[in-house]
């Protein structure tokens, strides 16, 4: 299973990205996505998923109202829209599969098997 994750760079704060995540080799639409981040010298932390029937979305308090997370099963792809962006989201952010197919969504890291390499997040103030 490969997770690819793209769109990060460089945002002033107020600005907006799109995150993507494309998978392959697992068919991803029986299984939660997560979205996590991790920033210099802190743990890695939840930021948003959704779950596989794309009718559940949880949101890390610190994003809720500023992030939106979608999917696309058809193209085996989970987005994060991250919108009036701080100078603290950034960091490193990864996405990742549930380790059960058609589990429960959770934010618990270790509930999540495969993960992307990151993409990097930067935001100017």
């Known amino acids: 299973v490969q997770l690819q994750a793209s769109g990060g760079g460089l945002v002033q704060a107020g600005g907006s990205l799109r995150l993507s995540c494309a998978a392959s080799?697992?068919?991803?639409?029986?299984?939660?996505m997560g979205w996590f981040r991790q920033a210099p010298g802190k743990e890695r932390e939840f930021v948003a998923g959704?779950?596989?029937?794309?009718?559940?979305?949880y949101y890390a308090d610190s994003v809720k109202d500023r992030f939106t997370i979608s999917r696309d099963n058809a193209k085996n792809t989970v987005y994060l829209q991250m919108d009036n962006m701080k100078p603290e989201d950034a960091a490193v952010h990864y996405c990742?599969?549930?380790?059960?197919?058609?589990?429960?969504?959770?934010?618990?890291?270790?509930?999540?098997?495969?993960w992307g390499h990151g993409t990097l997040v930067t935001v100017s103030s």
């Open positions: 959704i779950s596989w029937r794309i009718t559940t979305t």
């Open positions: 080799g697992r068919t991803t639409s029986s299984y939660n």
């Open positions: 990742a599969t549930d380790r059960t197919r058609f589990g429960i969504l959770t934010m618990t890291p270790i509930d999540y098997d495969y």
